[in-house]
């Protein structure tokens, strides 16, 4: 079963490559935002399928830290896309997105330091 689902996130990755080339393709400013969402989807989602495959707890630390960190960037890079896409860029709201970009890199940082310190997320072993 866990191959099963491990598969499917592998073919979600796949997805993610595509529209990352089809956005990069068309060679715009908002496609050009749109793909670097996906890149970070991209590797979002093998940070996760490496966590939940690996055996070692210092590996599954890791690549869980990995991949809120780029959940952060990820989310980040779609709200930079949705502003472009209503048009908001020169708006207000542009500060907003400086919030959002100073929240994902404070948080990436205590997330890259929990595998040693694990003071932002604990983890324990639970066998079914």
Known sequence: MEELIIAGYYLSALVSAFFLV???RRDTAISKK????????FFMILAYTYNISSETEIVKSIGCSASFVLMDFMIY????????????????????????????????????????????????????
């Open 22 to 24: 089809k956005s990069y």
């Open 34 to 41: 749109l793909g670097i969402a996906m890149l970070m989807n």
């Open 77 to 128: 890079c779609y709200y930079d896309y949705v502003l472009a896409y209503i048009g908001w860029e020169k708006r207000g709201a542009r500060w907003l997105k400086y919030v959002f970009l100073a929240y994902a890199v404070v948080d990436s940082i205590f997330l890259l330091a929990n595998p040693y310190t694990e003071f932002a997320l604990s983890y324990r072993k639970e066998v079914f």
